[in-house]
């Protein structure tokens, strides 16, 4: 699951994998409004799961997604 995570971000973010772990939403130009929905959709794709609303909004860090994606079983 971590691999299929971290390649998300690298595609969405354009970003180096040692730089991932302490990311969060908009510490980079990238990670705006529309970069977060960019994301969100990217992973939804990748994990074939449709988050809910509420964990979209508190999807705000490259440490919380992991726990969100584990609340729709992706482990």
Not at 39 to 64: A, G, V
């Amino acid at each position: 699951m971590i691999d299929q995570y971290n390649k998300v971000f690298k595609e969405a973010f354009g970003l180096e994998l040692d730089s991932l772990v302490s990311l969060e939403y908009q510490s980079i130009s990238a990670w705006d409004s529309v970069g977060h929905m960019n994301l969100i959709m990217r992973i939804e794709e990748e994990f074939n799961i449709m988050m809910e609303t509420l964990d979209i909004i508190d999807f705000s860090s490259y440490q919380k997604g992991i726990e969100l994606l584990k609340k729709y079983g992706v482990q």
